[in-house]
């Protein structure tokens, strides 16, 4: 069993930039890939980016690139959303997830490809 924990969400205005992060309980971190969501009210989870294990490939939706970078930290067991420029349609519950894979293919994109979720944390941008 995983478990992870999401932080760093918050109430932030238009153009400002906030990190998320999200910590592992298990050991092996590097042998997984890690990807983040995010959903907003009355809609469905939709794909944000995705790392490989090694963190050498990285994906990202069409919605988000260029203002966010997913980065990883195997030593700490942790992942990241460095997310710059937020636009109030960013606004939604984020969440990190987890694949017992190295490598990242096209299922990436699919949220059901995850074995393990975090609980979410909250991303408001205000106008």
């Known amino acids: 069993q995983v478990q992870l924990v999401e932080s760093g969400g918050g109430l932030v205005q238009a153009g400002a930039s906030l990190r998320l992060s999200c910590a592992a309980s298990?050991?092996?971190?590097?042998?997984?890939?890690m990807g983040w969501f995010r959903q907003a009210p009355g809609k469905e989870r939709d794909f944000v980016a995705a790392?490989?294990?090694?963190?050498?490939?990285?994906r990202y939706a069409d919605s988000v690139k260029g203002r966010f970078t997913i980065s990883r930290d195997n030593a700490k067991n942790t992942v990241y959303l460095r997310m710059n420029s937020l636009k109030p349609e960013d606004t939604a519950v984020y969440y990190c997830?987890?694949?017992?894979?190295?490598?990242?293919?096209?299922?990436?994109?699919?949220?059901?490809?995850?074995?393990?979720w975090g609980q979410g944390t909250q991303v408001t941008v205000s106008s």
């Open positions: 790392i490989s294990a090694s963190g050498g490939d990285t």
């Open positions: 298990r050991s092996s971190f590097s042998t997984y890939i």
């Open positions: 997830a987890l694949k017992w894979r190295t490598g990242l293919s096209s299922l990436a994109y699919s949220s059901a490809y995850y074995d393990y």
